[in-house]
């Protein structure tokens, strides 16, 4: 059988357990009642914070690209970048990956042709990408046809110019 609420009597589907020094007092709260004081809201385990107090503030957390809008810990979640630009605003956290990736913090290599275009322009296309994402994700599918037209329109001008 389930245990009453310690509050109300009905039935508790939120058991808590709160250690204070060597005793354990249990509580026993109905979904209502937890709402009402708020509990399960206070009892959530927020590992930044914990990170935070422990380590201090972690920069690398708050990098961002200022074209794509791709945050640090979003490509380390996906494992991509979102653009080209990341490698000159990410720089800080992605300098010691390459490196332990690479063996070396430099690439050289070859770069794919369309980044030999015009950079202004790729950094349109790239804005434009990042919001067609934004649109679609809020379903305002109207502004995601406009951003796909455009973002073809800017693919063709680049192509043509090179």
């Known amino acids: 059988m389930a245990s009453p609420c310690d509050n109300c009597g009905e039935p508790a589907t939120v058991h ?14 109905c979904q209502q009642c937890a709402d009402k004081q708020d509990l399960l809201k206070k009892q959530v385990l927020q590992i930044h914070n914990v ?4 380590m201090g503030p972690m920069p690398l957390a708050t990098l ?3 074209a794509c809008r791709i945050q640090f810990m979003e490509f380390r979640n996906i494992g991509r970048l979102g653009c080209p630009h990341d490698y000159d605003s990410l720089r800080q956290g ?58 073809r329109n800017a693919m063709q001008t680049i192509q043509e110019s090179q």
């Open 16 to 29: 808590l357990t709160r250690i204070v020094g060597k005793e354990k007092h249990k509580v026993h709260l």
């Open 51 to 54: 990170l935070h107090a422990l």
């Open 64 to 66: 961002a690209c200022p």
């Open 94 to 151: 992605l300098e010691e990956i390459i490196r332990r990736l690479q063996g070396a913090r430099k690439h050289i290599g070859k770069r794919p042709s369309l980044l030999r275009a015009d950079t202004e322009a790729n950094r349109v296309v790239v804005t434009l990408r990042r919001e067609l994402q934004e649109a679609v994700q809020a379903e305002d599918y109207g502004q995601a046809v406009l951003l796909r037209d455009q973002i």
